[in-house]
């Protein structure tokens, strides 16, 4: 993120880098596709989101409030926060890709 001045922003301590907020988002969305699938009611799957989202938070070893405020900072910043979005769209591509590439190959 540029300032008016040219200089690159520094981000503040206790905010997720980009590269991890690409891979949490990637993870949400991966888990949210999941369960949006189960034909369940709308409070379960509500729960079972919040459960499998404790578990991508574990694995990425940050806590729900730290991601929350990350994307807080980055709606702040949104040509950061476009940056990665797109970044995660990449990851999820790549993925499909891959998965597409290997049901082929079987």
């Known amino acids: 993120v540029l300032v008016s001045c040219g200089k690159k922003e520094e981000v503040p301590e206790g905010i997720l880098t980009q590269d991890q907020m690409v891979t949490v988002l990637s993870e949400l969305y991966v888990i949210e596709q999941k369960i949006s699938t189960l034909g369940v009611t709308r409070d379960s799957l509500t729960q079972i989101f919040a459960a499998m989202k404790g578990k991508v938070f574990e694995q990425a ?20 926060l476009e940056t990665i979005y797109t970044g995660s ?7 499909e890709q891959r998965l597409i590439s290997s049901e082929v190959t079987k």
């Open 89 to 95: 769209i990449d990851s999820l591509n790549l993925r």
């Open 61 to 80: 070893g940050v806590s729900d409030s730290v991601f929350s405020q990350s994307l807080n900072y980055y709606g702040d910043h949104p040509k950061t």
